[in-house]
Structures are given as C-alpha cells and as structure tokens.
C-alpha cells in the first residue's frame, strides 16, 4: 500500500518517485495473464511518467484526471488526460473520462492510483471545493465503476501532503474513504 510512483520514466526519477509502480504492477498483470489494463490514476498531479512508458504497450491504457498540470504530457488514444480547474466539474470529468475508456474495454484489471492531494486541505496543489464529501463520492464511484463491470481493481494510496490545514490523522481519514468505498463494493485491501 504504497503510492503509484506515477512521475518516474524510464530513464530517471521524478517527483519524488524513484519508480513507476504503476507500470510495473500492469507489467505484472499482463504477465500472469491479464489481457488488459486499465490505469485509472486520481493524483491531483499528471502521470507523464507513466504515460511515456505506456506509450508502446496497446494493453494498457491510462486514463488521468489531474487538479495541478505538475507532469503533463500530450493526451493520446493510450493516454488521456484531463486538468481540472474548478472543482464543480471534477466527478463530472471522472464520470465522463470513465465513459470514454468504455469503448475500449472490457479490461482484466484496473490499478487505481487514489491519490488525495486534490483535496482543499493539501497544502500541495490541491483545489478549493475538493472536500472530504467530494472524495468520498469519487471513491464510491470508481469502486462502482468497476464493480458493475465486473472489472478486479487493486489500489494504491498515493498522494496527500501535510501542511498547516492537513495534520497525519485528516490524512488517514481521507485514506479510510478508499479503505471505506473498496468495502463496501466488496473489495478486501
């Protein structure tokens, strides 16, 4: 239960991250049988590292919806992103992106990066109006998502920055949402 090193390239480390755990996991995936992968990645920052080690592997695709635009890359078929500036249109843009990525399903697997950065809270980068509620519903949701596709999702918890409006035990709790939500759906950690 680590974050998704979503920054790191091939050929060096970005943002904090040494490795891109998220393309080793669907490396992974695809080597012990899955036919496809579905990266759904929820950091509040892009995963242009991610998306250029994707960028030869029609397996996996990558669908990202970022607050900040620390790490964007250009948007392709594989790739798709989307930079959220306001938070009223946020889940609606998860919603949306998930629709999208229909079309090219069904997948074997999707790793979830649930990133609680875009929280107000966090001192790094997050948005105003992103609110515990609003976590909460985008959890539900891709847990959903998944559980009416009948698509398996692994997690990682990634993203969320101490800070003067954000102490350890508010971090936990945001972290409980995805806890909370894969529970509920059915999904044991």
């Known amino acids: 239960m680590s974050s998704g090193l979503h920054h790191a390239a091939c050929a060096h480390g970005a943002g904090y991250c040494t490795f891109n755990g998220l393309v080793l996991a669907s490396n992974a995936?695809?080597?012990?049988?899955?036919?496809?992968?579905?990266?759904?990645?929820?950091d509040a920052?892009?995963?242009g590292g991610t998306a250029s080690l994707?960028?030869?592997?029609?397996?996996?695709?990558?669908?990202?919806?970022?607050?900040c635009s620390y790490d964007s890359y250009p948007a392709s078929e594989r790739a798709r992103l989307a930079v959220?500036?306001?938070?009223?249109?946020y889940l609606q843009e998860i919603r949306r992106m998930l629709g999208e990525v229909d079309r090219y399903g069904p997948f074997g697997l999707c790793l979830?990066?649930?990133g609680m950065d875009p929280s107000e809270d966090c001192s790094t980068d997050g948005l105003a109006g992103i609110t515990r509620e609003v976590l909460a519903e985008r959890e539900r949701l891709v847990f959903e998502?998944?559980?009416t596709r009948h698509l398996p999702i692994?997690?990682?918890?990634?993203?969320?920055?101490?800070?003067?409006?954000?102490?350890?035990?508010g971090l936990v709790a945001l972290h409980r949402l995805t806890l909370s939500a894969a529970s509920r759906a059915g999904i044991s950690p």
């Not at 994707?54 to 970022?66: L, M, N, Y």
């Not at 959220?84 to 249109?89: E, M």
């Not at 692994?154 to 035990?169: D, E, M, R, T, W």
Request: aromatic share 6%.
């Open 29 to 42: 995936a695809l080597t012990a049988g899955a036919e496809s992968v579905l990266i759904l990645d929820l």
């Open 45 to 47: 920052h892009c995963g």
């Open 54 to 67: 994707i960028a030869k592997e029609p397996r996996i695709r990558h669908v990202d919806v970022s607050v």
């Open 84 to 89: 959220v500036t306001s938070a009223t249109d």
């Open 112 to 114: 979830y990066n649930a």
């Open 145 to 147: 998502w998944c559980a």
């Open 154 to 169: 692994a997690f990682v918890l990634a993203g969320g920055y101490i800070g003067p409006q954000l102490n350890i035990p």
